[in-house]
């Protein structure tokens, strides 16, 4: 039997091995060097729109800020507005509320010298009807929380007369007490000062009396009478005691 001769694998082609291994190596390379690529690129995607959106909200913020500050101004620019606005308001109410009390003091001056007009007019120009004396009227006034009056009635004659004139009044007050009528002269309400008023004057005179009303009673009218000398009768005229106590 002839010898068989043997040849290892190794040693009849190693250069095959290395050139395997070699391309192996380069293929784990491009491999390695392919995703380092793509991985740099997917890198550099994110990174770009990641300043970009940095970017964009930079700006959002600068905007953001900007609005801000118009808003702040606006906000103060309102205040000072509200301020002015509500100043004006007060200076105005200040003004109208001056203007309403001038006003009251110019229509109670303007019915005092109403009153006056007349008053002077009854004595430099009496009605015919009405010539000698007169009872030209009469005001009321109350203290506070009390019974207690002072009534002021004012007495004119014309200057036609030109003379002196003189003579008695007498005041009475009617109402009611515990619902019945009744008369109080000044003897009943007045203490110690007598129940009659004397007057003496040429052309006008004002008398002032003070009394006082008994517990209970409620005064209805106000009844005054002159009685000057030497004249045929006695002057009297009544008055409403809820007119004359308001004035």
Not at 25 to 47: N, R
Not at 96 to 115: D, F, H, M, N, Q
Not at 158 to 181: C, F, I, K, M, T
Not at 200 to 224: A, C, W, Y
């Amino acid at each position: 039997m002839a010898p068989r001769i043997v040849v290892d694998e190794q040693t009849r082609k190693p250069w095959l091995r290395w050139t395997i291994a070699g391309l192996v190596v380069l293929l784990v390379a491009l491999l390695l060097w392919g995703g380092y690529g793509l991985a740099l690129s997917v890198a550099g995607g994110d990174w770009a729109r990641m300043r970009e959106r940095a970017q964009s909200l930079a700006d959002e913020r600068d905007q953001l800020e900007e609005m801000a500050k118009q808003l702040e101004r606006e906000n103060q620019r309102l205040r000072e507005q509200l301020t002015f606005t509500e100043r004006s308001a007060e200076i105005d109410q200040m003004a109208c509320s001056t203007v309403r009390a001038s006003l009251k003091e110019l229509e109670a001056e303007i019915s005092g010298l109403r009153e006056k007009v007349v008053f002077y007019r009854d004595i430099v120009q009496p009605d015919e009807t009405q010539s000698g004396v007169r009872i030209h009227g009469v005001s009321l006034r109350q203290l506070p929380e009390s019974l207690h009056y002072t009534a002021a009635l004012t007495l004119v004659q014309s200057v036609r007369g030109n003379r002196s004139v003189s003579g008695q009044a007498q005041l009475w007050v009617d109402g009611l007490q515990d619902g019945e009528p009744l008369r109080l002269d000044l003897a009943a309400i007045r203490s110690g000062d007598g129940d009659k008023l004397e007057f003496s004057f040429k052309f006008f005179q004002e008398l002032t009396v003070d009394f006082t009303l008994p517990e209970g009673f409620v005064p209805t009218r106000l009844v005054i009478w002159a009685d000057p000398q030497g004249a045929n009768n006695r002057i009297e005229r009544q008055f409403d005691w809820e007119e004359i106590i308001r004035g």
